[in-house]
């Protein structure tokens, strides 16, 4: 993780980094930001910065052994600490997050700007008294003890300090307030009214705000969804990008199903359902109608694209690449283009305000020759 694979926030990563240049980096930093913000992704990028043996002006390297450690979340100087609690297989006092390293680096590769359930589904958890025990303490204590072996800094992320037992927080309070030289601690929280007024006094804060709507657009559309649809789920999302991850690939299954079925009408000849649906189709406003003929097209696309075994394939939602993976076993490469070009005329049409019954019923009726003609052929 390093800044640059964070958007925006230019001034955070400024101060961070001039603080470290400066050699003024602060022991105990409590970066505070909203659900779905970058207040943890900030932080590993902090903690690789700080060890990065060719730092640049603006960001680590990305390529010394340092961070190729850092970004595998292995650096032997970069403590994890987060709520647990107990599982099938862990019990007692085995309930750290020692225990749990290889299901949090699983959980960092899925989504860094996950929340508190989904790392509890991700370590089998169920959501059941997750806190930061006593236990833990006394183990950060321990593993500070060593001395540092590689880095400059030992940096200790604790993730979610709102669940820190008041115990385990009491232990922690010398070490917040005196820590050995180049130790520095990074508390990543969303809610400072859950935080203990010790823990508070003992830090200083790096306020995180959440992202505008422009920056959620442009990461929606880096992983591949539609402009249009990008820019309307970062409407949605009040700046929480986890959510605006999570509604796309929902409302991806939605659409799927839907194409899914409209689709097996139309091979089936159907006309009773198509009717049904044109009716459905005429009934949407006009932004969902345009959007469901472009999402189709990018179906479209995508089938080719499993035809020609392009990787790009692998970014899709889960029901999107299955279903495109069963649509290319009907529709073979030499039919995409006349299909598309059906899809096309049909948002033409649409956009110089046909009637969009109308203009759904004959897509529907062309769509449903071309899939039997393709049929036809291909059983001769
Ligand atoms: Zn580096």
């Excluded at 899914?260 to 159907?270: L, M, S, V």
């Excluded at 696309?301 to 692998?314: C, F, K, M």
Aim: net charge neutral.
């Amino acid at each position: 993780m390093q800044f640059s694979t964070i958007k925006g926030l230019n001034h955070v990563k400024a101060r961070l980094i001039e603080a470290a240049n400066k050699d003024h980096v602060a022991h105990a930093q409590l970066f505070l930001g909203p659900e779905g913000s970058a207040n943890l992704a900030m932080a590993i990028a902090f903690a690789s910065y700080l060890n990065c043996e060719d730092p640049g002006e603006n960001d680590s390297c990305g390529s010394c052994p340092s961070c190729l450690k850092n970004q595998k979340y292995i650096h032997p100087d970069v403590h994890y600490v987060f709520p647990v609690s107990s599982t099938k297989k862990i019990t007692g006092k085995d309930v750290v997050s020692n225990s749990f390293l290889k299901e949090w680096r699983q959980f960092l590769e899925g989504d860094v700007y996950g929340d508190i359930s989904d790392w509890s589904v991700v370590f089998g958890g169920e959501n059941k008294n997750l806190n930061i025990s006593k236990e833990e303490s006394r183990s950060i204590i321990q593993k500070l003890s060593l001395k540092a072996f590689e880095g400059r800094y030992k940096v200790v992320i604790i993730w979610m300090p709102e669940f820190l037992h008041p115990a385990a927080a009491n232990g922690l309070l010398k070490v917040l307030e005196e820590p050995s030289e180049h130790t520095v601690f990074i508390l990543v929280a969303h809610d400072r009214e859950k935080l203990l007024g010790t823990i508070l006094s003992r830090t200083q804060l790096v306020a995180i705000r959440s992202f505008d709507h422009l920056e959620i657009e442009e990461q929606l559309i880096a992983a591949g969804i539609p402009e249009e649809r990008a820019s309307h789920l970062a409407r949605l999302s009040g700046g929480n990008l986890r959510l605006a991850f999570r509604t796309a690939s929902e409302q991806a299954g939605d659409q799927v199903s839907s194409a899914k079925d409209w689709f097996r009408f139309c091979y089936g000849r159907n006309m009773k359902e198509l009717v049904r649906r044109s009716d459905e189709f005429h009934s949407m406003n006009k932004l969902s109608q345009r959007g469901l003929l472009k999402f189709a097209l990018s179906l479209l696309r995508d089938t080719l694209l499993v035809h020609y075994g392009d990787s790009q394939l692998l970014k899709l939602p889960e029901q999107e690449k299955d279903f495109v993976r069963k649509f290319s076993q009907v529709v073979t490469p030499e039919k995409i283009e006349p299909l598309s070009l059906l899809f096309s005329q049909a948002l033409f049409h649409l956009e110089r305000n046909a009637s969009a019954k109308m203009v759904f019923l004959d897509l529907s009726i062309n769509v449903s020759q071309n899939l039997n003609l393709q049929h036809l052929e291909a059983k001769h």
